[in-house]
């Protein structure tokens, strides 16, 4: 009896440790569902400025999944993290190997897109142009979207090479290509047309993309670059009332963002809108932020911009001695960024 009863209580522990361990295994499988999530949810990371997060989940699921489709989708997805980290050689590196045969066409295409656009930050042209050349041919006729992916980054390639006309003729390529897919493309694409635009003084037409793509979008990231722009654009044209509003929220997002490069540029603005408004209490605070930025993370370019307007404003306040110092530390900043440019 007591045998009986010592055999039925063992047998009961070990029945419930198989249960688990079945549950624990159907638990540990990942559906293809959550794998198109975890993908969607880390590009959309990348696409919303949020480039550290992005890296850090791309090598984690890029890792976590023995499906070669979704290995590659997290390791393309890590790659153009590492390239918008200015890293491209580890970029490079991720992509090293080639993806083996037989799956999905985007693979084969988003991977030589990367590869084209790192070779451009390198200023490989001729390597690039052939990545790009080698992703045409691999895009079926019907994938109109991963079109729209190749010409976007060919059109930021040639703003690169600072070829404005060529960056020009891909965006809207891509604007075309994309208007009923991805909308960060899209949006994207616009961007980019309106800076070659402004880059050549079009600044009316610039402004009827940058307003397009602001509402275009719901990425923070796009929203704060088409605001700045747009900021500046309105400024050129004189608008300095809409310039002030549009600016403002750019500085805002890009305050949240942590993109200091962008905030000082849309802070700049903001005090170059107030001056020409004779609005001088609201343009210095502005001006004095950006110098702050400016110094903090070396950039001497709006540093000297900072100044220019401190001196313009100590000049209109009838503060000569102020103005003339300041200037003297504008030339000296000057004078750092290329002996000619003191002068």
Known sequence: QWRW?????????????????????????V??????????????????????????????????????????????????????QYDPSKALDTLNQQPPAGLAAEIYVRRNITLASVNCQLSR?????????????????????LTAEKELAQ???????????????????????????????????????????MMTS????????????????????IQEKALGNLGNCLLELGDYKRSIGVSDQAEKLAAALGRDDDRVAWLLN????????????????????TLAIARRIHDQDME????????????????TQKAHETQVQEMEVVKKTGPENGY
Not at 270 to 289: D, G, T
């Open 270 to 289: 903001l005090s170059n809108a107030h001056i020409s408004l004779l609005e001088l209490s609201e343009a210095e605070p502005y001006i004095h932020q």
């Open 155 to 197: 059109g930021l390639c040639d703003l690169h090479l600072g070829d404005m006309k060529s960056a020009y003729q891909f965006f809207e390529q891509a604007v075309e290509h994309s208007r009923t897919g991805d909308q960060f493309v899209a949006a994207t694409s616009l961007v980019g047309s309106a800076y070659a635009l």
């Open 125 to 145: 042209w001729p390597e690039a142009n052939s990545l790009f050349s080698q992703a045409a041919s691999l895009t079926p006729a019907d994938r109109i979207g």
């Open 304 to 319: 000297s911009g900072a100044l220019n307007n401190l001196t313009n404003l100590y000049l209109r306040q009838g503060n």
């Open 202 to 221: 079009h600044f009316d037409q610039a402004v009827d993309r940058l307003t397009l793509a602001a509402r275009l979008t719901d990425s923070p990231f």
């Open 31 to 84: 559906t293809e569902s959550t794998w198109q999530r975890r993908y969607s949810d880390t590009r959309r990371e990348l696409w919303h400025g949020h480039v550290d997060a992005a890296l850090v989940h791309a090598d984690q699921y890029s890792a976590g999944t023995k499906a070669p489709y979704w290995a590659w989708s997290f390791r393309i997805l890590k790659a153009e993290a590492q390239r918008r």
């Open 5 to 29: 009863r010592f055999r039925r209580w063992h047998a009961a522990p070990h029945a419930l440790v198989c249960f688990l361990l079945l549950l624990l295994a159907s638990c540990s499988h």
